[in-house]
């Protein structure tokens, strides 16, 4: 079945470096590629998403291209900030089989000043 | 903005009692969802329901069971809780092929 894979966490890093969060997908058919982020306390709410291949989303600098070759959709921003730490998750969902939402296992990301 | 209400943020219950955990939106959307989520397993799918009065189950139904009689409101219950239903609980609502929108969550204990 379909599923998603992102790098383990936590990742730590200090305020503006580069940030990269590994996601590759399986998927059968062509899926719809997301990511969460879900803050401490609260919910998970949408990031960024794209629907078809090439396709770059981008949200608060944060930016993630599907790559179709690799099927791959890396989340990546230039310079983190403090307010960046938090869980994210990489998800997919195809809307040509069964439409449900796929989430990955999340990745802690922690800022230090 | 689509808003998703979760009826607790913060729950304690012993272990045996009923316990009652109540979604709201207010988006007219089909779909609604109900996850847990626990440190390393990321978000598992107990239960979701298409439409009013339908429902499905997810990856982990056991102990679990849901009721949807109005579309704006999705309960989950824990007929008999147990320690290992200590977690996590997020509801989520879907219009069609779009992206999920979450709760604030609850977090059970059980003791």
């Known amino acids: 079945g379909d599923s998603v894979t992102q790098m383990e966490g936590p990742v730590t890093l200090s305020e503006e470096a580069f940030l990269t969060i590994n996601c590759t997908y399986t998927?059968?058919?062509?899926?719809?590629l997301f990511w969460y982020v879900q803050y401490p306390g609260e919910g998970l709410q949408l990031l960024l998403k794209?629907?078809?291949?090439?396709d770059k989303g981008s949200n608060k600098g944060f930016e993630a291209t599907y790559r179709k070759e690799t099927t791959s959709f890396h989340l990546e921003k230039g310079s983190v900030q403090v307010s960046d730490s938090a869980v994210y998750f990489c998800?997919?969902?195809?809307?040509?089989?069964?439409?449900?939402?796929?989430f990955g296992k999340g990745t802690r990301l922690h800022i230090l000043p | 903005d689509v808003k998703v209400t979760q009826s607790s943020r913060y729950l304690v219950k012993r272990t045996g009692e009923k316990v009652f955990l109540e979604c709201v939106q207010d988006m007219d959307h089909e779909n609604m969802f109900w996850y847990r989520q626990d440190p390393g397993l990321g978000l598992r799918l107990i239960y979701f329901?298409?439409?009013?009065?339908?429902?499905e189950k997810g990856d982990i139904p056991e102990g679990y069971s849901v009721s949807r009689e109005k579309k704006e409101r999705f309960s989950l219950i824990l007929e008999s809780a147990s320690t290992n239903q200590t977690s996590m609980y997020l509801c989520?609502?879907?219009?069609?092929?779009?992206?999920?929108?979450f709760g604030p969550g609850t977090r059970l204990t059980v003791t």
């Open positions: 329901s298409y439409d009013v009065k339908m429902k």
């Open positions: 989520a609502t879907r219009p069609f092929s779009y992206e999920q929108y």
């Open positions: 998800a997919l969902s195809d809307m040509n089989r069964d439409d449900k939402i796929i």
């Open positions: 794209a629907t078809k291949a090439d």
């Open positions: 998927a059968t058919g062509y899926p719809s």
